[in-house]
């Protein structure tokens, strides 16, 4: 199992970010993927999370209204779709893939708000 996380960077408050991962070893249309965050000095926390055929999605309070969730099972992807970021979204963002009672990561993707 391999989940590829790619699209961060360093972006002005205000401004959008898409981040992708390609995911290969298991069936991507069979399982629920997630998105999470961990900043400097903090736990890693759940930020959004899509079912399967992609018509359930879930937010942490945090992001409502300003990210999306969404997936694309032909080519084996989920996005995170990031606007009006805020300093306090600075984080690594990892995918998740709970696959088989084990939980899968990405090496995750480093994002910078910053003026």
């Known amino acids: 199992v391999q989940l590829v996380e790619s699209g961060g960077g360093l972006v002005q408050p205000g401004g959008s970010l898409r981040l992708s991962c390609v995911v290969s070893g298991f069936t991507f249309s069979s399982y629920a993927m997630t998105w999470y965050r961990q900043a400097p000095g903090k736990e890693r926390e759940l930020v959004a999370r899509?079912?399967?055929?992609?018509?359930?999605?879930n937010y942490a309070d945090s992001v409502k209204g300003r990210f999306t969730i969404s997936r694309d099972n032909a080519k084996n992807t989920v996005y995170l779709q990031m606007n009006s970021l805020r300093p306090e979204d600075t984080a690594v963002y990892y995918c998740?893939?709970?696959?088989?009672?084990?939980?899968?990561w990405g090496q995750g993707t480093q994002v910078t708000v910053s003026s």
């Open positions: 998740n893939a709970g696959v088989g009672g084990r939980n899968y």
């Open positions: 899509i079912s399967s055929a992609g018509g359930s999605r």
